[in-house]
């Protein structure tokens, strides 16, 4: 699949050409061509069994394709893993923590693996404490951690040997919404810091807020790749109009904004919250933001009260479900 939005003034950093790994009669990654650039966090999005733990196995020299190639800061993966991964740092779906060390003895004790100079592990490891606002818990044993404090010392142990490159699976899963929050705001930091972040997530929410980019899988299979504006251009559907009417033109609202091209669909939204102005919204399907003053002409012209009228551009997880329909 042709990956046409790249970045050229950016470095490219992983590529690969029909990328395949077949595990008995499962082909869990067919045939994926990619390309991901410096300082972008690229979103892996799918279903579970998707094929994405698989890459980033791949990715990281793990495991060897069946078949096609991958390149990793120019490196193949299948003979150079080791100079690959002591460039990368992995944060897999459940990250393995002692609970009966602290945090800086966590911490320590990956900077011994990954070889960190020791005249650098002292200040490497205050730095990433602060940086995860894990400061004031240093000396602390990490059984007493709660999950989102966990998950945020996993991530400053995946960044213990300064990665240039992050692989994160899942790492908001079986988190409660006060966690997730509290690692989204990591990810946002660590995207301003101009890391480059490879995301793996079945997330909607979550990869629509974090990511530059979006690639879409299915059993192995890339759908689509893309920003959210790129994805949703391959539909081929038109996008939806929210107006709001006054309530007593409700009905006669709807009819005519059926019958006014290029509407495809109008009816009426019971569930939208209107203002104080005795409103009601109508949700126009199958018009985009260019058809807006057409509406609103047709609209003046019945002599309609108009209090709203906005575009509103496929979620992803419209582009998600829709792409797994194709």
């Known amino acids: 699949m042709d990956d046409s939005n790249e970045r050229p003034s950016s470095p490219t950093v992983i590529a690969t050409e029909r990328l395949t790994r077949i595990f008995g009669q499962t082909v869990a990654v067919n045939e994926l061509s990619i390309s991901i650039h410096a300082g972008e966090v690229f979103g892996f999005l799918g279903h579970n069994g998707a094929g994405k733990t698989t890459t980033v196995r791949l990715l990281n020299g793990v495991i060897a394709p069946t078949a096609g190639s991958a390149r990793v800061f120019g490196l193949d993966p299948t003979t150079h893993g080791h100079r690959i991964r002591a460039r990368t740092g992995v944060l897999t779906e459940t990250p393995a923590l002692d609970p009966r060390l602290t945090a800086r003895q ?83 930091r660590l995207k301003q810091r101009g890391r480059t972040v490879f995301l793996c997530t079945h997330n909607l929410i979550e990869a629509e807020r974090l990511c530059n ?44 904004f059926a019958r006014t091209p290029p509407v495809v669909h109008a009816e009426a939204a019971p569930n939208r919250l209107a203002g104080r102005n005795g409103g009601a919204f109508i949700m ?25 009228v906005q575009p509103e551009e496929p979620s992803l997880e419209d582009v998600y479900f829709a792409l797994q329909e194709l």
């Open 106 to 188: 966590t911490l320590h004790y990956f900077a011994e693996i990954y070889g960190v100079p020791k005249s650098e592990r002292r200040r490497r490891i205050e730095e990433l404490l602060e940086f995860f606002e894990l400061s004031s818990r240093g000396d602390h044993k990490v059984g007493s951690f709660s999950k989102g404090m966990r998950q945020r010392l996993a991530l400053a142990r995946t960044l213990i040997h300064d990665p240039e490159l992050i692989f994160l699976d899942e790492p908001t899963s079986g988190l409660d919404p006060a966690a997730t929050r509290e690692v989204h705001q990591m990810i946002e």
């Open 213 to 256: 980019r979006i690639a879409v899988m299915a059993q192995g299979r890339l759908l689509a790749i893309g920003d959210i504006h790129q994805l949703s251009s391959r539909l081929d559907r038109g996008h939806r109009v929210s107006v709001e009417v006054d309530a007593a033109d409700l009905s006669r609202a709807v009819q005519l």
């Open 284 to 308: 126009l399907y199958g018009v985009s933001r260019r058809d807006v003053p057409r509406i609103i002409e047709a609209a003046l012209h019945d002599g309609l009260r108009l209090y709203r």
